[in-house]
Structures are given as C-alpha cells and as structure tokens.
C-alpha cells in the first residue's frame, strides 16, 4: 500500500490526501488520525519522508521515520509532568520516550496514517526466560497497518516489533494512559517506594512471549 499526498511548499501548509485505509476500517481509525496538535512546521517535516512525488512505501516510510527519531534526536529522561509539544521536541532534537513517542504519532497522523500511544516496560534482558529484571517504564506508538494490524514501533530505540516491549495502556493520546493517584498519610520517618520487576514468559503449549510484571512495595508496605 502507498501514501499519495500532494505537498504545498513555501509558507503554506503542507496538505495531504488521506491514507488509503479500506472504507470499513476509517471510521474506526479516525479518532487515531485525528491531528494531536496541527502544526505546518510538523507536516513539513513529516513530507520529508515521502517522495518527490509525494509517495510512499508504507513499509518504508515507517521504518525511516522510526530510525530517524532514534538517531537524530537525542533520548533523555526528562521528569516533568505531561508531554513536549512536537514542535518543541523538534526544535530541541531531543526528548523522553514519551515525548519522542508524540512527534512520531504527530507526524503519522499529518500524513493520515492511524497511530496511537503506548505505555509500560521495556525488557533489556529477556535472553533468560527465568530471570527477573528492572522493569523500566517506557512509551513507543503502535501503527495500523492493513493486513498486519496494530504494529509497534519504538523510535526510542529504533526497535520494529514488540519484542523486549511489555504492553501496559494502548492509548489515543498520553494524558489517558496517566497512573492512578491518590494520597496516603503517614510519619515523616516512613519510608514509601515502589519496585517494579519484569519477567518475559513462555506460555505453556503455545509458544507465547507474555509479559509479567511484578510489583512490590519496601518498608513493609506491600
């Protein structure tokens, strides 16, 4: 499948067709194409992954732009509520995994193509089916492919596929994949912290990779 679009350069904003999604699948991927944040700089340089003529190999395209985030701008952890704005990410050249995560879903919905959020964990070491590591929370984007379906994309880290992913919240936008809050009271002496452990599985009879994730509380609060 190809992206045709037709690309007005100058001061004016770039301009695309939709993306040729089958008739019954579009209107249950228009929430997902819907533009987080419409911005003709950001359409400007998601055009550049098309070509001359203003097509695509949707294979193509996808990989490119997942390995072009991964090794042009900068990962960072960045502890500041919410997300960048895609422009400011783009004018930084760098940004948390979420934030990297928003300007390939940014840019892929400038173009039409149906993208969402996802949060959870990143598996660095699942070589060892039986050891259990650090879970390291993370975010990438899942991308609607016709024939495939939902393919996950990692722009962090440049990864295609799920492998080393552990899916927690697939969302629209990030601020619906925001953890649960609340307040406990207690001492100043206390101690409050949280670990999160992961451990990659294989599902009995089925070859499965599953994804296990194991939380527990310090100080005798579990």
Known sequence: MAIVARVLVGAVCVAHDPFAYAAEDRSDL????????????????????????????????????TR???????????????????????????????????????????LGIAARFVSGYL????????????????AWVQVYVPGPGWVDFDP?????GNRNLVHVAVVREPREAIPLQGTWIGTASDHLAMNVA???????????????VDMAQDAGLQ
Do not use: Y
């Open 123 to 138: 598996n660095l070491d699942d070589d060892d089916d039986d050891r259990v590591t650090g879970g390291n929370t993370h």
């Open 68 to 110: 072009t985030i991964n090794q042009n701008f900068k990962h960072v952890a960045r502890h500041e509520k919410g997300t960048q704005d895609p422009i400011k990410t783009l004018k930084l050249g760098s940004g948390s995994c979420r934030d990297l995560a928003v300007l390939m879903i940014g840019a892929l919905r400038s």
């Open 30 to 65: 228009a929430r997902f194409i819907a533009p987080l944040s419409p911005h003709c700089e950001l359409n400007r340089w998601a055009a550049k992954f098309l070509r001359q003529d203003g097509s695509a190999d949707t294979r193509e395209l996808l990989v490119d732009l």
């Open 156 to 160: 962090s880290s440049g990864m295609v």
């Open 198 to 212: 992961v451990k990659v599985i294989t599902a009995t009879g089925a070859g499965a990779r599953l994804g296990q």
